[in-house]
């Protein structure tokens, strides 16, 4: 049977929400004294939804903004200390309890990783030390998830994250002090916006996994008034992505939709829900084609797919960087069995060109005796969680948020980035709300 419902954490939004619009303003006013109080405000409010157990929640709607809770642009952004200091609450919390996998495996990354940095002479970082904490102390923050039924809420946090700081960033793109945390792309007849992050492609995979979780409440959510709101939110995540003008961006949310129909079609799903989904989604398409605003968008996607002559156009050169890599791999066997160590550094001969791919990225760190051993920490994450609540996932949800979040990671580099932590546990909380409801379905027939 599903778990008790937390109270709604909506008191925890509204605060997310002023403390986020507080920390724009902060940011374009260039006050130290208020980055200051926005940073404080956000410390305090992690630890207020620690306590509530909604802290997936807000960390989820700061992964946006995480860029901006800097003191200044190259800075360590106090949102990986904030979710450091939320792994080492989850320990105290759960009595210092690890599991093995928690030691064991990063232990013997830590050992991979260190000998390949002394064959190759790359010095330790900050990043390093903080990846390999996260191995150890993430899972002990995750575990409210089992404990918790809050797929809905943290999906509605994403979600008002994601948009808040889409819009602002394209209003405030002109202010001379927060500009510098925006990133906007002009050639041709093309403009291309990314809110704050620098690069449209991260920016994309975090609104793509957060589609993928509202396509999973529209398949499943009974109540009206959710579904109304979870169509309205996927509109406006759909307007928020094609700013970016991202053919990835076009390609995953194609194979999302495909999967969700494939989902939605199923014996399984109530016909009358069914029903309103399939014209709800008729309604959007043809308010989508007969917007201006979304018009002059997909424009903009067209006219970028257009120069996609081919393979390497259509992918914006990553072929070309995915086969150089490929070819040092082959000339350099100690490169491909113990990488670089977790070291942030790139191909000499590419010129700081980053691989471009997250699988590449992780020979390329941590070649391919240790790379294995860091998917299957994150196996274990997933798992661990999961066996207290269910005992098979459903195929086709885990493809669909899979579908949505693993999917844009074949074209960026994720392992040096909060989302290689924050959206397996998402994913892991849609996959069991999926199957938990079944579940509760099951039941009932029974009864």
């Not at 952004?77 to 690890?98: D, K, Q």
């Not at 939709?257 to 989604?281: D, E, P, Q, T």
Request: charge should be positive; include cysteine; glycine fraction near 6%.
């Amino acid at each position: 049977m599903r778990k008790d419902y937390i109270a709604p954490p909506w008191s925890l939004l509204a605060g997310s929400f002023f403390i986020s619009l507080f920390l724009c303003l902060a940011q374009i006013r260039g006050s130290q004294v208020m980055i200051i109080l926005a940073i404080a405000a956000f410390l305090i409010l992690s630890v207020a939804a620690c306590r509530k157990k909604n802290i997936l929640c807000v960390l989820l709607y700061f992964l946006p903004w995480s860029p901006l809770l800097k003191m200044q642009p190259g800075g360590t952004s106090f949102f990986t200390i904030a979710l450091i200091a939320i792994c080492l609450y989850g320990l105290v919390i759960h009595r210092f309890e690890l599991k093995l996998y928690q030691i064991l495996l990063p232990s013997l990354l830590v050992a991979l990783t260190m000998t390949a940095k002394a064959i190759e002479g790359n010095s330790f970082s900050k990043a390093y030390l903080l990846f390999f904490c996260m191995l150890v102390l993430f899972p002990c923050a995750t575990r409210e998830i089992a404990d918790t039924n809050l797929f809905y809420e943290q999906t509605v946090f994403f979600s008002v994250g994601i948009i808040s700081a889409a819009l602002t960033a394209q209003r405030a793109a002109g202010y001379t002090n927060i500009s510098r945390y925006i990133n906007v792309a002009s050639y041709l007849n093309i403009t291309r916006l990314s809110g704050y992050y620098g690069d449209a492609n991260f920016y994309c995979a975090q609104i793509t996994a957060c589609l993928a979780g509202i396509m999973l409440l529209l398949t499943r959510e009974r109540r009206s008034a959710r579904r109304f709101f979870s169509a309205c939110f996927a509109v406006l995540l759909l307007y928020c992505g094609l700013l970016s003008a991202s053919k990835s961006f076009i390609v995953t949310v194609a194979v999302e939709f495909f999967v969700w129909i494939l989902l939605l079609l199923r014996r399984g799903n109530a016909g009358s829900i069914r029903f309103r989904i399939l014209v709800g989604i008729l309604a959007t398409a043809l308010f989508i084609a007969s917007s201006s605003a979304f018009q002059g968008l997909l424009r903009m996607v067209s006219e970028r797919f257009s120069f996609a002559y081919d393979i390497s156009g259509l992918t914006t050169g990553r072929t070309d960087v995915w086969e150089d890599y490929l070819r040092e791999f082959a000339y350099n066997p100690k490169l491909l069995l113990l990488g670089e160590g977790f070291t942030n550094i790139t191909l000499d001969t590419l010129r700081n060109k980053a691989t471009h791919n997250t699988i590449l990225q992780g020979i390329y760190q941590f070649g391919i005796l240790g790379f294995p051993l860091l998917m299957v920490w994150v196996y274990k994450l997933i798992t661990t969680l999961t066996e207290e609540t269910y005992k098979k996932a459903d195929i086709m949800a885990v493809l669909l948020l899979c579908a949505g979040t693993v999917l844009p990671w074949f074209g960026i580099d994720i392992l040096f980035f909060d989302e290689f932590f924050l959206l397996p546990a998402f994913v892991t909380s849609g996959v069991m709300y999926y199957s938990e409801d079944i579940q509760d379905e099951t039941e009932i027939v029974l009864e």
